[in-house]
């Protein structure tokens, strides 16, 4: 079967549930124009948090290194605008064998490294390699159904599965996937992801701890005329007033964090241009089923649908954001705008509790990380819903890593939890929030529901996006049935730049592409 | 003169237990924080197996006192060790912090003078006039203002409307630290002020009515060669006391003006290094400040005994 296509669609969903999801705030949701593109300048970007390291294999490879790293280093596939698909990066295509065992995979001619190095079939086998090695500590656990990468000659190498493997396109796209120069081209580990080396548009410049990192432009990217700017500086700004204060006196260019309550002043401010991509996060209350009284369905259904999901979109992310239906986030694929999931209806949480163990209430608790304004409003808010239907609820606060110690190893009775997606494939998802076998006991939660496990075994293996999709429906409807989470809502990300930067866009799985980006005079 | 400051060296010597205590306190207390930087790292994603993996990894598995000792060992070698975190020498970031708020330190203190010596003298020369209940409003609202909020409403005029300033950071080039310290220090020294003035209005007010203030009047001096080499040098000494105990609070003032004005010192580093869990890094910072809290009490002493000719704390350590 050959895909040679230069967008690999993954799934047939309709786009129209992830539109739905913060394209009704801000002015835009896609590519920011403005005025004509003019090449040079340095984009200052304000974020919350320095990176930590550039080191792919290592687990301190999180979110602040990764949007730095993705500048430097890229992989065979990458994610679409929407993030609903990858389509071949430093691949030019890929063919895929009858029993979806190998997948041999040519590369794009004439991709050099920043050193000058042309990027080679030894490269790439290096480093997925590489990535797999760190199953324990690092990201190589999305390596997992790779046999082994082999090189078929200079320019094209297979990867063989263990088994039929869905998202394995979606799994090459990921950022530790990236493809760097073989044996890190003489150095040791250390020295060269002190100033990476990869293929992408800009190359590593300076590092000042905890004040700025600075990436400057790949002279021989190659995307011929990209990118645009000369430079990219993160800075870091822990405070979100400060950063929005930064903005508005044109101190930076984006702010990459400002918080919702902020959102709408920031909107009206001139020369500022607030965003709400589509994301993939949703947010969620796990309950732990070890925990008397929520091995009950009926009480884990009255929970859900004493809450009033509207109110809360209202109330913390000040109406930028949708009611959550579905396990699934819209900006993920085989996400199912119609699925049944639990809306607010008191009548019918007053008779889930009275069916149940419990019908005449009972006393839990919530675990929320100290200072998430967010998380403190959404307990109060559950508090009083809960209280309604006869169920005392506490509130405990804990610092967050306190937190992430107590859900980790689940000291909790309910627990306010949200999630992003890593690549565009449902199944990282599925498979940590459901399957009881995957290392964490779906999600802390000790959920186990043979009927899910066998659905989430059958899409991994299912390559027919259309079958999926039918699988996925299913798995869609039966998790919202049982109510092993109360799904809360979807935010989409918020993002305020200057009126100055055009191109600038990110994808629901948070990658940049910043070799579109640039500024105005 | 010198034998008079012969007290530094036994100062020294007892800040040793001090300084060991801090840490003993500083490790302990960390370790009783839930978490751990292998929870801090791996975060909602990482499972137990994970998590397990990466504290082998870092070296957390081992005993808490053979882990103390380890890094007492490594101290006495002068080695920070390695931030638990990223791996790389905590010296690395600690001596790129450190200058960051020294420099945030001495601006305020400078500048907290510069406020505190006028408006004290203003206020002791007429007491209880219209000039000393200005500055006395003054000195109760600096106090009652919240640093932070002081620190927000300077960027919102200075900065943002006025853009005389930049909204925080630290400037990328050297020659632009003192320009973007400017409205920190300032807020930071609004916040001190206010105790320099009460404390340096009393003792001017009490100078001034002395015996040897009138005797130096009788003998024809006046103005500010009086208020300087007679009132102030007398009334300054109460003062210097107060100054040094303030700097050791400032330090932790300093961790809420650096998050505010996004200043990466040591206030920024502790904060991060806190939620990470890097218990390295905590460590260190917390034996700069212990250090920074001892010298600055030394220091005050040394002021003392230069300023007050009848201070001698080497023959009360010798007695």
Redesign the interface.
């Known amino acids: 079967m050959n895909k040679n296509n230069p967008t690999i669609f993954l799934g047939l969903v309709a786009i129209t549930g992830m539109l739905l999801t913060g394209c009704s705030t801000g002015p835009g949701s896609s590519a920011a124009s403005v005025g004509t593109p003019v090449a040079g300048g340095d984009l200052k970007i304000?974020r919350s948090?320095?990176a930590?390291?550039m080191d792919s294999t290592?687990?301190?490879f999180?979110n602040y290194s990764i949007e730095v790293y993705q500048n430097i280093g890229e992989s065979l596939f990458t994610v679409t605008d929407d993030g609903k698909s990858v389509k071949p990066w430093l691949a030019s295509g890929y063919t895929e064998s009858s029993d979806h065992l190998t997948y041999t995979i040519p590369l794009r001619k004439g991709v050099k490294f920043s050193n000058g190095q042309l990027v080679t079939a030894k490269d790439v086998k290096f480093s997925i390699d590489q990535d797999t090695k760190t199953a324990?500590?690092g990201w190589g656990?999305i390596n997992a159904a790779i046999d082994k990468v082999t090189v078929v000659d200079d320019a094209t190498v297979a990867v063989s599965l263990k088994y039929p493997w869905a998202p394995i396109l979606a799994d090459l796209s990921l950022f530790s996937n990236a493809i760097i120069p073989d044996n890190y081209g003489g150095k040791t580990p250390a020295q060269f992801f002190d100033a990476p080396v990869g293929t992408g548009p800009f190359i590593w410049g300076e590092w000042?701890?905890?004040?700025?990192l600075k990436l400057v432009k790949n002279p021989d990217y190659w995307q011929k005329g990209k990118p645009l700017l000369n430079s990219v500086?993160y800075?870091?700004?822990?405070?979100s007033?400060?950063r929005k204060?930064?903005l508005?006196?044109?101190?930076t260019d984006i702010d990459n964090t400002p918080d919702w309550a902020s959102f709408a002043s920031l909107k009206s401010s001139p020369g500022v241009k607030v965003f709400a991509f589509p994301s993939t996060q949703i947010d969620y209350v796990a309950i732990n089923q070890h925990r008397a009284p929520f091995s009950d369905i009926h009480i884990r259904r009255a929970i859900a649908y004493a809450i009033d999901r509207k109110a809360l979109v209202k109330a913390v992310l000040f109406g930028n954001g949708s009611p959550a239906n579905s396990l699934i986030p819209p900006g993920t694929p085989f996400y199912d705008k119609n699925a049944p999931g639990p809306t607010y209806d008191v009548a019918k949480a007053k008779a889930e509790l009275a069916m149940s163990s419990r019908p005449n209430g009972f006393s839990t608790s919530i675990l929320i990380r100290a200072g998430d304004a967010n998380q403190g409003s959404v307990a109060q808010i559950m508090q009083a819903e809960l209280k309604a239907i006869g169920i005392t609820m506490e509130i405990k606060q804990?610092?967050?890593?306190?937190a992430?110690?107590?859900?980790?190893?689940s000291e909790f009775d309910m627990n306010l939890?949200?999630?992003t997606m890593d690549i565009p494939d449902p199944d990282e998802w599925t498979t940590?929030a459901t399957d009881p076998t995957?290392?964490?006991n779906s999600a802390f939660t000790f959920y186990n529901n043979p009927a899910v496990n066998a659905l989430n075994k059958k899409a991994q293996q299912e390559t027919d996006p259309a079958k999926r999709e039918v699988i996925y429906k299913e798995l869609q409807k039966t998790t919202g049935d049982d109510a092993f989470f109360t799904y809360l809502y979807y935010s989409p990300y918020a993002f305020a730049t200057s009126d100055k930067v055009g191109g600038y866009h990110v994808s629901p799985l948070l990658t940049f592409h910043l070799e579109n980006v640039y500024k105005t005079k | 003169m010198l034998h008079r400051l012969s007290f530094i060296p036994g100062r020294l010597l007892r800040a040793v237990p001090v300084v060991l205590g801090v840490t003993i306190v500083v490790f302990l207390m960390v370790h009783l924080?839930?978490?751990?930087p292998?929870?801090?790292?791996?975060?909602?994603?990482?499972?137990?197996?994970?998590?397990a993996?990466?504290r082998e990894?870092l070296g957390l598995n081992q005993p808490l006192w053979l882990q103390y000792f380890s890094f007492l060992g490594r101290l006495l070698h002068g080695d920070l060790g390695n931030s638990l975190?990223?791996?790389?020498p905590v010296s690395?970031?600690l001596f790129?912090?450190m200058p960051v708020t020294l420099a945030l330190l001495l601006f305020a203190l400078v500048m907290a003078m510069l406020i505190s010596i006028p408006l004290a003298g203003i206020a002791a020369t007429r007491p209880n006039g219209a000039r000393d209940l200005g500055v006395r409003i003054f000195t109760l609202l600096g106090q009652g203002m919240p640093q932070f909020w002081v620190g927000?409403m300077l960027?919102?005029l200075v900065?943002?409307n006025l853009?005389l300033f930049?909204?925080?950071?630290?400037g990328?080039a050297d020659s632009d630290h003192l320009y973007y310290l400017f409205l920190p220090a300032l807020t930071l020294a609004i916040s001190m002020s206010p105790t320099i003035i009460r404390s340096l209005r009393a003792s001017t007010i009490a100078s001034l009515g002395s015996d040897y203030v009138a005797t130096a009047r009788s003998k024809g001096s006046g103005g500010s060669g009086l208020f300087i080499h007679h009132v102030l040098r007398n009334a300054a000494i109460p003062t210097i006391s107060v100054i040094g105990v303030n700097l050791g609070y400032l330090v932790g003032g300093s961790i809420v003006i650096e998050?505010?004005?996004?200043i990466?010192g040591l206030g920024?580093?502790m904060?991060?290094a806190i939620?990470?869990?890097d218990f390295t890094t905590i460590q260190s910072v917390a034996l700069f400040i212990a250090l920074f809290v001892i010298v600055v009490g030394i220091l005050t002493d040394v002021i003392y005994t230069l300023l007050d000719p009848r201070v001698n704390f080497s023959s009360k350590e010798r007695a």
């Open positions: 304000a948090s320095d930590i390291s290592s687990a301190s999180e324990d500590t656990f000042k701890k905890g004040q700025y500086t800075t870091v700004v822990p405070d007033n400060t204060l930064q508005q006196g044109g101190q804990l610092d967050p890593t306190a992430k110690k107590a859900s980790l190893t939890s949200a999630w940590f995957s290392g964490n | 924080l839930p978490g751990d292998a929870v801090a790292i791996l975060g909602d994603k990482g499972t137990p197996q994970r998590i993996a990466l990894q975190v990223n791996q790389r690395e970031v790129q912090a927000i960027i919102l900065s943002v853009r930049p909204v925080g950071g630290y990328l998050r505010v004005f996004a990466p920024s580093l904060l991060t939620f990470a869990r």
